[in-house]
C-alpha cells in the first residue's frame, strides 16, 4: 500500500485551503477511473468560491449494500509558515512520520479510502453491491455547499446509502484504538439583552443589561439540560463570547451581547432547547433579540453490520479493539446520516490536527488502507 503514501503526499502538496481544492479532486479521479468507477463532479458554490466535491461509484450489478467511504479535501490555513520545521504545503518526511497541513485532518484518510477502493474492485470485480466515494472541499469552512449539497443531491435522485465510513482522524493515543459511532449536534445563538444607557452615577435614570442578565446567566450556567444516554453524556451550554460597554468608566451601557452554544445529545431537541432558554429570559423579564444557528443534529449508530466489519478490520490490522465514542466536535457525518442509517468515523491519531507542524505515523498508513478494504471485503462479498 506504498500508493496510499504517494498519493498522501501528492494531496498534501496541492494548497487545498477551504473552500480551494487546488487539484485534488483530479488526483483522486485518476486513480478511480482506470479501475472502473464512474466519477463525477458535483460542484457547488458562489461564484469565486466554488466548492469541488468528487461522488464516484463502482457498480458491479449484483445485489448488495451501497458502502460510502467519505473525507474532505480542504484544511485550515497553515499558520505562519516560518513557525514550521518544514514547509507546510511540502510533504517532508522526519523520523518516521509525514508532515504537512491536512496529513492527519484528512487527505491521509482520504488517500488510504482511494487506493483500499480502487485495490478492493479491481481485485474483486464483481463484489455484491456499490462501493462509493465522496470528497469536498467544503468541511472545514461553513459546510454550506460540501458534503450538504452532495446529500441533496443524492437525496433528489433516489440514492441508496447504506453504509459509510468518514475518515475523520478519530484515534487518541495509538490508531485504531477509537471509532466515532456518532457526535453531538451544536446549536449557537448570539442573543442582545436591551438597556438603556445612561450616567454611572444616575442609575434611576438608566437599565443596565448586565446587572439584568446576571441572574439569567448564572441560572442557564446552572440548568441540566439532560442526563444523556449510554452514548452521549450530557448537553452541555456554554458562553463563548459576553460583551457590554463602551469602555468608559463612567456610562452604564446601553445593551450586552451573549454568544452561546449547545453541543447536545439524542435526549434534546433544538426546539426544546430554544424553548427552555427562551422561558428563562421571559421569566427574568429581560427585553432582548435572540438568533438562532442550528450547525447541525446529533447523529449515532448503534453497534451493528457497520461496526462488527470496522472493528474486525482494525483488530485484523492494529490489534486493538476500538472504543466506541461520540466525543468531538461536527462533522460532515451529520449531513451523510439523513440518507445512512449507519454512519461511523475512523482515522488517524488527532494529536496534531490543526497544529504547527501537523503529522501522521507513515507506519499507520498502509494498514489504514488496509482496514477500509478490509471492511469493503466484509461487507460487499
Same mark, same amino acid.
Given at each position: 500500500m506504498n500508493e496510499a503514501l504517494r498519493l498522501a503526499e501528492a494531496l498534501i502538496a496541492c494548497r487545498s485551503v477551504t473552500p480551494a481544492d487546488d487539484g485534488c479532486c483530479e488526483l483522486l479521479a485518476a486513480q478511480l477511473l482506470p479501475a472502473g468507477f464512474v466519477c463525477e463532479r458535483l460542484d457547488a458554490g458562489p461564484a469565486g468560491g466554488i466548492v469541488s466535491n468528487l461522488w464516484a461509484v463502482h457498480d458491479s450489478g449484483r445485489p448488495g449494500p451501497t458502502l460510502l467511504l467519505a473525507g474532505h479535501t480542504d484544511v485550515v490555513p497553515s499558520g505562519p509558515?516560518?513557525?514550521?520545521? &518544514?514547509? $507546510?504545503?511540502? $510533504? &517532508?518526511?522526519?523520523? !518516521?512520520? %509525514?508532515? !504537512?497541513? !491536512?496529513?492527519?485532518d484528512m487527505k491521509t484518510a482520504v488517500a488510504a479510502m482511494t487506493v483500499a477502493a480502487a485495490r478492493f474492485v479491481r481485485e474483486r470485480p464483481q463484489h455484491g453491491g456499490r462501493v462509493a466515494l465522496l470528497f469536498t472541499s467544503d468541511e472545514e469552512g461553513p459546510s454550506l455547499h460540501g458534503t450538504l449539497h452532495a446529500v441533496q443531491v443524492l437525496k433528489a435522485r433516489g440514492e441508496r446509502l447504506d453504509l459509510c465510513i468518514v475518515g475523520e482522524p478519530t484515534s487518541v493515543e495509538r490508531v485504531g484504538d477509537m471509532v466515532k459511532n456518532g457526535r453531538r449536534g451544536s446549536l449557537s445563538a448570539r442573543l442582545t439583552v436591551k438597556g438603556v444607557q445612561g450616567h454611572i452615577a444616575y442609575p434611576q435614570l438608566a437599565r443596565n443589561p448586565i446587572h439584568g442578565f446576571a441572574p439569567a446567566l448564572a441560572e442557564l450556567a446552572a440548568t441540566r439540560w439532560d442526563e444523556g444516554n449510554a452514548y452521549f453524556p450530557p448537553t452541555s451550554w456554554q458562553v463563548s463570547n459576553l460583551h457590554a460597554g463602551t469602555g468608559a468608566g463612567n456610562m452604564i451601557p446601553g445593551e450586552l451581547?451573549?454568544?452561546?452554544?449547545?453541543?447536545?445529545?439524542?435526549? &434534546?431537541? $433544538?426546539?426544546? %432547547?430554544?424553548?427552555?432558554? %427562551?422561558?428563562?429570559?421571559?421569566?427574568? !423579564?429581560l427585553e432582548f433579540e435572540i438568533a438562532w444557528t442550528l450547525g447541525g443534529e446529533p447523529f449515532l449508530t448503534p453497534p451493528g453490520t457497520l461496526h462488527a466489519a470496522l472493528a474486525a478490520a482494525i483488530q485484523a490490522e492494529f490489534g486493538i479493539e476500538p472504543v466506541l465514542s461520540t466525543t468531538g466536535g461536527t462533522s460532515d457525518g451529520r449531513f451523510i446520516a439523513r440518507i445512512c442509517p449507519q454512519v461511523m468515523e475512523f482515522g488517524v491519531l488527532n494529536a496534531s490536527a490543526h497544529k504547527i507542524d501537523e503529522w501522521v505515523e507513515v507506519a499507520s498508513i498502509a494498514p489504514l488502507a488496509n482496514v477500509y478494504r478490509r471492511t469493503l471485503e466484509a461487507l460487499l462479498p
Amino acid at each position: 500500500m506504498n500508493e496510499a503514501l504517494r498519493l498522501a503526499e501528492a494531496l498534501i502538496a496541492c494548497r487545498s485551503v477551504t473552500p480551494a481544492d487546488d487539484g485534488c479532486c483530479e488526483l483522486l479521479a485518476a486513480q478511480l477511473l482506470p479501475a472502473g468507477f464512474v466519477c463525477e463532479r458535483l460542484d457547488a458554490g458562489p461564484a469565486g468560491g466554488i466548492v469541488s466535491n468528487l461522488w464516484a461509484v463502482h457498480d458491479s450489478g449484483r445485489p448488495g449494500p451501497t458502502l460510502l467511504l467519505a473525507g474532505h479535501t480542504d484544511v485550515v490555513p497553515s499558520g505562519p509558515a516560518a513557525q514550521w520545521a &518544514s514547509e $507546510p504545503f511540502v $510533504p &517532508s518526511h522526519r523520523e !518516521g512520520r %509525514l508532515y !504537512g497541513r !491536512g496529513a492527519v485532518d484528512m487527505k491521509t484518510a482520504v488517500a488510504a479510502m482511494t487506493v483500499a477502493a480502487a485495490r478492493f474492485v479491481r481485485e474483486r470485480p464483481q463484489h455484491g453491491g456499490r462501493v462509493a466515494l465522496l470528497f469536498t472541499s467544503d468541511e472545514e469552512g461553513p459546510s454550506l455547499h460540501g458534503t450538504l449539497h452532495a446529500v441533496q443531491v443524492l437525496k433528489a435522485r433516489g440514492e441508496r446509502l447504506d453504509l459509510c465510513i468518514v475518515g475523520e482522524p478519530t484515534s487518541v493515543e495509538r490508531v485504531g484504538d477509537m471509532v466515532k459511532n456518532g457526535r453531538r449536534g451544536s446549536l449557537s445563538a448570539r442573543l442582545t439583552v436591551k438597556g438603556v444607557q445612561g450616567h454611572i452615577a444616575y442609575p434611576q435614570l438608566a437599565r443596565n443589561p448586565i446587572h439584568g442578565f446576571a441572574p439569567a446567566l448564572a441560572e442557564l450556567a446552572a440548568t441540566r439540560w439532560d442526563e444523556g444516554n449510554a452514548y452521549f453524556p450530557p448537553t452541555s451550554w456554554q458562553v463563548s463570547n459576553l460583551h457590554a460597554g463602551t469602555g468608559a468608566g463612567n456610562m452604564i451601557p446601553g445593551e450586552l451581547v451573549a454568544d452561546f452554544n449547545f453541543r447536545f445529545s439524542t435526549e &434534546s431537541t $433544538p426546539a426544546a %432547547l430554544q424553548a427552555r432558554v %427562551l422561558e428563562v429570559l421571559n421569566r427574568h !423579564g429581560l427585553e432582548f433579540e435572540i438568533a438562532w444557528t442550528l450547525g447541525g443534529e446529533p447523529f449515532l449508530t448503534p453497534p451493528g453490520t457497520l461496526h462488527a466489519a470496522l472493528a474486525a478490520a482494525i483488530q485484523a490490522e492494529f490489534g486493538i479493539e476500538p472504543v466506541l465514542s461520540t466525543t468531538g466536535g461536527t462533522s460532515d457525518g451529520r449531513f451523510i446520516a439523513r440518507i445512512c442509517p449507519q454512519v461511523m468515523e475512523f482515522g488517524v491519531l488527532n494529536a496534531s490536527a490543526h497544529k504547527i507542524d501537523e503529522w501522521v505515523e507513515v507506519a499507520s498508513i498502509a494498514p489504514l488502507a488496509n482496514v477500509y478494504r478490509r471492511t469493503l471485503e466484509a461487507l460487499l462479498p
